[in-house]
């Protein structure tokens, strides 16, 4: 399965600089609001140090990551869900993604300018919110109605779908977004599926800082305002800084290497951004090797091993017979698939086997 994160913010935040950095796709990036009219869409690999060690091992011809897609919208502003600005043109660009990555301004600069005015990362996340929140809340009105006849007049279905928009409007109009509602079973969670709201994805806020505090972020006292309020919501920051990722983006990996070293980092802005997305949506990976490829594959954590086997093809779903399991670290540790076998760590798993972040998997199948 794929992941999808869309880049939401107000104007002049850094999303497309961020988005250009981390997709090299060359989406224009301007001082001034509306640049981003038509949503820009990049897709990167994912980074997986584990591929080229299995690659090396299996003597694989090629690597194939799994891969991240993110879509950069127009910048949003005050009224957007009423027609102001862009308007609504944004909208149905990201009821699709699987998680919001919500650009916030943490760095002040007179060159650039900021569309209400001042730096107050708190006030700017506050109007983005409230206007997904009133076009959720458009959304919910547009069915509440009909439910409520198709309710009353008895129908199962339509009850419990009124029930779920009930309590999604009275939180709405509350000023909370949807995953602040909990979901009573199977059929409501089909229900807000099928809503496709934007407030109930899961959020990562991406604090933009000047290039001077990126070894240290927290300390920059808006960077710590956003993750105070994060921490309440149940959201997560990610700091970074949307000038130094477009440095890293122009660099090769040994030149990259070492500018991280320089600025005191682990990993890039790119990797963080994937990591953390990785955490929101309860994503692993597994992995495949052989002579023809070594290659990620991205799943749900809890996933069982037919279901898994399906997202290489619906045929080795329906047709599973086992898995032959070996996590990464103990098929490193022995040094090969063969002396893994020796040592006892290969398994052979059934179907109620629920797939672990970093099984090297063969599945059997037969159709």
Same mark, same amino acid.
């Given at each position: 399965?794929?992941?999808?994160?869309?880049?939401? *913010?107000?104007?002049?935040?850094? =999303?497309?600089?961020?988005?250009?950095?981390?997709?090299?796709?060359?989406?224009?990036?301007?001082?001034?609001?509306?640049?981003?009219?038509?949503?820009?869409?990049?897709?990167?690999?994912?980074?997986?140090?584990?591929?080229?060690?299995?690659? =090396?091992?299996?003597?694989? @011809?090629?690597?194939?990551?799994?891969?991240?897609?993110?879509?950069?919208?127009? *910048?949003?502003?005050?009224?957007?869900?009423?027609?102001?600005?862009?308007?609504?043109?944004?909208?149905?660009?990201?009821?699709?993604?699987? +998680?919001?990555?919500?650009?916030?301004?943490?760095?002040?600069?007179?060159?650039?300018?900021?569309?209400?005015?001042?730096?107050?990362?708190?006030?700017?996340?506050?109007?983005?919110?409230? %206007?997904?929140?009133?076009?959720?809340?458009?959304?919910?009105?547009?069915?509440?109605?009909?439910?409520? =006849?198709?309710? =009353?007049?008895?129908?199962?279905?339509?009850?419990?779908?009124?029930?779920?928009?009930?309590?999604?409007?009275?939180?709405?109009?509350?000023?909370?977004?949807?995953?602040?509602?909990?979901?009573? *079973?199977?059929?409501?969670?089909?229900?807000? /599926?099928?809503?496709?709201?934007?407030?109930?994805?899961?959020?990562?806020?991406?604090?933009?800082?000047?290039?001077?505090?990126?070894?240290?972020?927290?300390?920059?006292?808006?960077?710590?305002?956003?993750?105070?309020?994060?921490?309440? %919501?149940?959201?997560?920051?990610?700091?970074?800084?949307? /000038?130094?990722?477009? %440095?890293?983006?122009?660099?090769?990996?040994?030149?990259?290497?070492?500018?991280?070293?320089?600025?005191?980092? @682990?990993?890039?802005?790119?990797?963080?951004?994937?990591?953390?997305?990785?955490?929101?949506?309860?994503?692993?990976?597994?992995?495949?090797?052989?002579?023809?490829?070594?290659? +990620?594959?991205?799943?749900?954590?809890?996933?069982?091993?037919?279901? @898994?086997?399906?997202?290489?093809?619906?045929?080795?779903?329906? *047709?599973?017979? /086992?898995?032959?399991?070996?996590?990464?670290?103990?098929?490193?540790?022995?040094?090969?698939?063969?002396?893994?076998?020796?040592?006892?760590?290969?398994?052979? %798993?059934?179907?109620?086997?629920?797939?672990?972040?970093?099984?090297?998997?063969?599945?059997?199948?037969?159709?």
């Amino acid at each position: 399965m794929g992941l999808s994160i869309g880049i939401v *913010g107000l104007p002049n935040v850094g =999303k497309s600089t961020l988005f250009n950095a981390i997709t090299r796709a060359g989406a224009e990036a301007a001082n001034y609001p509306f640049c981003t009219i038509e949503p820009n869409v990049g897709v990167v690999d994912v980074p997986d140090a584990r591929l080229p060690v299995l690659a =090396k091992m299996f003597n694989s @011809a090629r690597i194939v990551p799994t891969s991240i897609k993110f879509i950069d919208i127009a *910048g949003i502003v005050k009224g957007a869900s009423k027609g102001e600005g862009l308007g609504n043109k944004f909208l149905h660009h990201i009821r699709e993604v699987d +998680a919001i990555a919500h650009v916030v301004r943490c760095f002040e600069d007179p060159n650039v300018t900021h569309v209400s005015g001042r730096v107050d990362p708190l006030s700017d996340i506050e109007v983005i919110n409230l %206007e997904l929140i009133l076009a959720d809340l458009e959304t919910i009105e547009r069915r509440y109605e009909r439910s409520a =006849k198709a309710a =009353k007049a008895g129908v199962k279905e339509a009850q419990v779908e009124h029930g779920l928009l009930s309590r999604l409007k009275e939180a709405l109009e509350a000023g909370l977004p949807a995953r602040s509602v909990a979901i009573e *079973g199977d059929e409501e969670a089909r229900v807000l /599926r099928d809503l496709h709201l934007i407030t109930a994805k899961p959020v990562m806020y991406i604090a933009n800082v000047a290039e001077e505090h990126v070894a240290n972020p927290f300390a920059v006292p808006y960077v710590a305002q956003v993750k105070e309020l994060a921490d309440r %919501e149940g959201s997560e920051v990610v700091p970074i800084s949307a /000038r130094i990722e477009s %440095e890293l983006a122009e660099m090769d990996d040994e030149e990259r290497a070492a500018f991280l070293a320089d600025l005191g980092l @682990a990993e890039s802005g790119l990797d963080r951004v994937i990591r953390h997305g990785y955490h929101l949506l309860n994503l692993i990976s597994f992995l495949t090797a052989g002579e023809t490829e070594a290659r +990620a594959w991205t799943i749900r954590r809890g996933t069982k091993a037919p279901q @898994a086997a399906g997202v290489i093809h619906s045929d080795m779903e329906r *047709g599973f017979i /086992r898995a032959e399991v070996v996590s990464y670290d103990d098929l490193v540790t022995a040094g090969s698939m063969a002396a893994a076998r020796e040592a006892g760590k290969v398994r052979l %798993e059934g179907k109620d086997y629920v797939m672990q972040d970093g099984d090297v998997v063969t599945f059997r199948f037969n159709v």
